[in-house]
């Protein structure tokens, strides 16, 4: 169990967030368990929202470019559905960490149950101090985790010290865009949202200046894709489906129950300020 030593990390919020019965039955049904977007090209459809979660992962895979048997820790890993997915498309060995005792948990016993249990492992913890020693790492990823963290720069430092040097970063997920160039009526949507979802590190970066943050914690940054085109099919096919379900349940006052549903909704709104963005970066020395 984690604690909140510094009273940095805000874990009775994540907890709201993620421990809620109707959140966690939105992910285990609406999402088998995985809690990312989608990523969807020209031509494909967007409404088959868990094909679109499986091409994010096999982007990941991609950008990682490692070997099979490479060992990879993957930062926020939730229910794990990332790790087993690079584990069997890639063959990966992943070392999942996340903050829910009740994710990993569910991580380890999904694992187990898909003949896993081998090549993925998770435990509790905090990515902003990891336990694992030094340069233990062939890689590292986050998908949509640097979000939450209070201390973004410090979680980069800590995925750095833990890669060994020619190691790959992969970090995944949505940044605001800068505060200047956002309505005010879409900030006014946006403070909320990111308080309630518990998403310090998005005060701490925007889609400008993630970038520095990577290169500052060590990395030579190798790709910045902005992916807001691949991301945004799954924005819009969330929303289509989900749209009555929420406002009813807005009607009922019971919308703080459903913030899995809330963000798929709301993401909506902030849709085109909001940049999805991929980044790959590389440990040097
Ligand atoms: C949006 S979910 C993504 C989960 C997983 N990566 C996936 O794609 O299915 C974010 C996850 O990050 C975890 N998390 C947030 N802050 C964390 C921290 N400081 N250390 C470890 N895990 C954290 C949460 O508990 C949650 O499981």
């Avoid at 929202?49 to 991609?62: F, I, K, S």
């Avoid at 060994?164 to 949202?193: D, S, T």
């Amino acid at each position: 169990m984690v604690s909140d030593v510094q009273g940095e990390l805000d874990l009775a919020g994540l907890r709201r967030v993620y421990g809620t019965p109707g959140h966690r039955l939105f992910y285990r049904l609406v999402c088998r368990n995985a809690r990312h977007w989608g990523w969807t090209e020209p031509g494909q459809s967007k409404w088959r929202c868990w094909r679109a979660q499986r091409r994010l992962e096999a982007v990941l895979g991609r950008k990682l470019a490692l070997p099979p048997g490479s060992r990879v820790l993957d930062a926020g890993s939730g229910s794990g559905v990332v790790a087993r997915q690079l584990a069997t498309r890639f063959g990966l060995r992943v070392t999942g960490v996340d903050l829910m005792d009740f994710h990993v948990r569910e991580a380890n016993r999904l694992s187990a149950r898909a003949g896993l249990a081998g090549r993925t492992a998770f435990a509790c913890g905090d990515y902003h101090r990891l336990d694992h020693p030094d340069r233990s790492f062939d890689g590292v990823y986050s998908m949509e985790t640097l979000c939450h963290a209070y201390d973004p720069a410090r979680a980069l430092a800590e995925f750095h010290r833990v890669l060994r040097p020619g190691g790959r970063l992969v970090v995944l997920g949505p940044a605001p865009l800068p505060k200047a160039e956002l309505p005010a009526a879409q900030q006014a949507l946006l403070e909320p949202y990111m308080d309630a979802m518990v998403l310090p590190g998005t005060r701490r970066y925007d889609s400008r200046t993630i970038g520095g943050l990577i290169t500052g914690a060590g990395f030579r940054l190798e790709e910045e894709l902005d992916a807001t085109r691949y991301y945004l099919p799954t924005t819009e096919a969330l929303y289509a489906y989900f749209r009555l379900p929420y406002a009813v349940l807005r009607r009922l006052g019971l919308s703080e129950h459903w913030l899995g549903l809330r963000s798929t909704v709301e993401m909506y709104e902030v849709r085109h300020h909001v940049a999805w963005l991929v980044h790959t970066a590389v440990r040097d020395d």
